[in-house]
């Protein structure tokens, strides 16, 4: 049987050497199989990692939103065949804020050994960058785009930090940045603090 | 003004080169001052990271739960002074699960500006090999270790997995971890998936 690595790609346009230790360069040499977001990207990824890459002796597949069940079992098939397979997401840890969980999942229910490499993740650099509680904190995706479900949301976000004193990190796609800080301004309490990063 | 670099440490006795970017030694070797959870074991990594680093030239001091206020104030002086200022927990990433957010706090309330770098997050790496939700998680800490209190709180984390499908990750002393998983397996509903990462 192969085995499983989760492949931290790199956040916008840094170096490899910037945020990948070298060990990822060898594990990425010894995969023929690759299951990724996007192929386009991911093939620029594995270049810049390894300029002298032969990229079309390689195999990739795509995994996303859309992906069925049954397209997950063909997609683990060549690993339960002996071959080892690479996780990639479009920028950052695969299976964080990413897809790729529900292929380790369908892994460890074959008993397929699975191994996360270390790498850049926006929502962990935030928070150490931040300066607030990272003994608790939560990850909590999106926040709804409808005003009341937004100012609700927000709310109980705030409400969970001030009794918990739990550190709550969500995301928004850029172009929608400016309009969730303006909302977050008239929302919160003025005494919350809020950290931007981007 | 000097800078604050978050400087993430080795998980147990893995090579630098396994799970730190190049880049961190880059700026290890241009940084005078560290303030550190503990100077032996911090001393231990630097020089496994460089061994031709002249330990015996640079500054430590310590950052733990104890450190005071005042005592805050003066660690940050150095670095308000055109110094620049390394951060150095146990394991992993520090401010995360580990001493650190307090002085970053400090620092961004001086002006300083604060960098955080790539390394290993246990809570990360567990996460990402769990298959578990990636979407949405929590990491809350230690849990109670009174009976009653520690079943309550086991109830609630898992009330909060399956009313907003977050995963909640937990840590444990190495000592304890038996009790605590037998306490889990008492108290989980038997469909709960449940990871041991150590």
Known sequence: MGTVYLIPSLLGETEPDHSLPAYNTQVI????????????SARRFLKKVNKDIDIDALRFEVLNKKTSPAELSRLIEP???GMSCGIISEAGCPGIADPGAVLVDIAHSKGV??????????????????GFNGQSFAFVGYIPVKPNERKKRIKQLE????????????????YRNLPLLEDLLAT?????KLCVAC
């Open 79 to 81: 690993v339960l065949q």
């Open 29 to 40: 040499n010894s995969i023929p199989y690759f299951v990724v977001e996007d192929v386009r």
């Open 188 to 192: 919160l309490n003025p005494n919350t």
């Open 159 to 174: 409400q969970r930090m001030l009794t918990e004193d739990q550190t709550q990190l969500f995301i928004e796609a850029p």
């Open 113 to 130: 050994k699975v191994v996360p490499l270390v790498g850049p993740s926006s929502i962990l650099l935030a928070l150490m960058a931040s």
